[in-house]
T-cell receptor
Framework: DAMVIQNPRYQVTQFGKPVTLSCSQTLNHNVMYWYQQKSSQAPKLLFHYYDKDFNNEADTPDNFQSRRPNTSFCFLDIRSPGLGDAAMYLC??????????????FGPGTRLTVL | AQSVTQLGSHVSVSEGALVLLRCNYSSSVPPYLFWYVQYPNQGLQLLLKYTSAATLVKGINGFEAEFKKSETSFHLTKPSAHMSDAAEYFCASLSGSARQLTFGSGTQLTVLP
């Protein structure tokens, strides 16, 4: 089945130690998104790629970076995680951004713990 | 600017009872609207979406939602709650010019035996 895969599902890192979260998709979608979701809150968009075009949200901290080496994979890099970065990180994909007939498909998420 | 408001952060219903989760949107143009469900430690799963083709939208797991322009609402309903429906539900909107979803704050549904 076509899907969005996130690895690992659970990640523990130390304060200030760089960490990378991975997302892959078999849907061949043009767009890949990264969301941060803190406990009991709605997902918050960090950035997205439309093909190779990177789009950063204005309020996304510089500590968060992303890479998309090919259509299938997208990575979220947190350069120096702080305690406030502990959250669920959700990857999503869509075929074309912004069209109402399109849909975002979400992966299962990676829960990040910062010690 | 578009926004989505979910009334009631927590809703409890008895098993077999009607489920009603409320969502109101604010948009200058008719939006595209979505309901997602999130189970603990899982990603978001699409329940249904409104794209102006029909005002009554049927989704998965017996859920449906009705778009009411006069009330700017898109409430989610299910005639008979099941224990497996216990989860967090998010309403979201997508305008034609935007590249992102705008989520409501979510409603936690509890189903009582």
């Amino acid at each position: 089945d076509a899907m969005v895969i996130q690895n690992p599902r659970y990640q523990v890192t130390q304060f200030g130690k760089p960490v990378t979260l991975s997302c892959s998709q078999t849907l061949n979608h043009n767009v890949m998104y990264w969301y941060q979701q803190k406990s009991s809150q709605a997902p918050k968009l960090l950035f997205h790629y439309y093909d190779k075009d990177f789009n950063n949200e204005a309020d996304t901290p510089d500590n968060f970076q992303s890479r998309r080496p090919n259509t299938s994979f997208c990575f979220l890099d947190i350069r120096s995680p702080g305690l406030g970065d502990a959250a669920m990180y959700l990857c999503a994909t869509s075929r074309v951004p912004g069209l109402g007939t399109d849909t975002q498909y979400f992966g299962p998420g990676t829960r990040l713990t910062v010690l | 600017a578009q926004s989505v408001t979910q009334l009631g952060s927590h809703v409890s219903v008895s098993e077999g009872a009607l489920v009603l989760l409320r969502c109101n949107y604010s948009s200058s143009v008719p939006p595209y609207l979505f309901w997602y469900v999130q189970y603990p430690n899982q990603g978001l799963q699409l329940l249904l979406k409104y794209t102006s083709a029909a005002t009554l939208v049927k989704g998965i797991n017996g859920f449906e939602a009705e778009f009411k322009k006069s009330e700017t609402s898109f409430h989610l309903t299910k005639p008979s709650a099941h224990m497996s429906d216990a989860a967090e539900y998010f309403c979201a909107s997508l305008s034609g010019s935007a590249r992102q979803l705008t989520f409501g704050s979510g409603t936690q549904l509890t189903v009582l035996p």
